[in-house]
Nanobody, 125 residues
Framework: QLQLVQSGGGLVQAGGSLRLSCAAS????????MGWFRQAPGKERDFVAA???????YYADSVKGRFTISRDNAKNTVSLQMNMLTADDTAVYYC???????????????????WGQGTQVTVSS
């Protein structure tokens, strides 16, 4: 099992940058796919990015070229560097992991079993 604890986030002006981090418990972190999702008020939870255990990365079209997901297996952390932020990026951001047996990255929240507590990101225009 994993426990995920998020840090980072906050308020930033449009065009600015923020970095989110997610620390995971467990000695098998390196074998998990890790993902980030976000949920804006009144909207569904949407896929943002994911990284496989081979460090292959996947991004939603809306964040490609602006966001970068990375993992540090030695520190059991996954990060999301967010650049060129816009008001549309305002949401609560969640890190997540699917069951350890998952071999393919999925972009649907239902495929993820473990969730962080959520972090508010607010971009002012």
């Amino acid at each position: 099992q994993l426990q995920l604890v998020q840090s980072g986030g906050g308020l930033v002006q449009a065009g600015g940058s923020l970095r989110l981090s997610c620390a995971a418990s467990g000695r098998t972190f390196s074998s998990y796919i890790m993902g980030w999702f976000r949920q804006a008020p009144g909207k569904e939870r949407d896929f943002v990015a994911a990284v496989s255990w081979t460090e292959r990365t996947y991004y939603a079209d809306s964040v490609k070229g602006r966001f970068t997901i990375s993992r540090d297996n030695a520190k059991n952390t996954v990060s999301l560097q967010m650049n060129m932020l816009t008001a549309d990026d305002t949401a609560v951001y969640y890190c997540a992991a699917p069951p350890q047996s998952t071999v393919r990255v999925t972009t649907t929240p239902g495929g993820y079993e473990y969730w962080g507590q959520g972090t508010q990101v607010t971009v002012s225009s």
